[in-house]
């Protein structure tokens, strides 16, 4: 048995525009958004582990919401709750090294222009001690 999260947004830290560009930025569909904002406090992700929870929240928050984590209970690994959005998975997220902006995973950040690695195929930073 494994204990799960949910992560829950109770409102606005920004205001709706900011966290609108940057919710839509992210994958989130904007009439998604509005009904986020609207129905608030709602369940924006359930059955996580702690560390996914936290990693999520971490992302609205710099988008401008306010989220808490809530314990969900002990669930059997293979137990799914259905979750009443869909987002991009924070998987698909990544910080720029740089100027730390979260952001889709991409090749250049959208802020300040840094080369981020490509995760994707494994590769890191290149050795260029000729090794």
């Known amino acids: 048995m494994v204990k799960k999260y949910r992560v829950l947004f109770h409102g606005l830290i920004e205001d709706k525009t900011f966290f609108k560009t940057?919710?839509?930025?992210?994958?989130?569909?904007?009439?998604?958004?509005?009904?986020?904002?609207?129905?608030?406090p709602i369940i924006l992700k359930g059955d996580l582990t702690l560390g996914d929870a936290r990693q999520y929240a971490d992302v609205v928050q710099d988008a401008g919401g306010m989220v808490t984590i809530q314990e969900n209970g002990y669930y059997e690994e293979s137990t799914r709750i259905d979750s009443l959005n869909s987002f991009a998975s924070f998987k698909d997220i990544t910080m720029c090294p740089e100027c730390g902006l979260k952001q889709p995973k991409?090749?250049?950040?959208e802020r300040c222009g840094f080369k981020l690695k490509n995760e994707e195929k494994g590769q890191g930073k290149q050795n260029t001690s000729g090794h």
């Open 22 to 40: 940057q919710m839509t930025r992210l994958g989130a569909p904007s009439g998604t958004v509005d009904k986020i904002i609207r129905e608030a």
């Open 106 to 109: 991409g090749k250049i950040c």
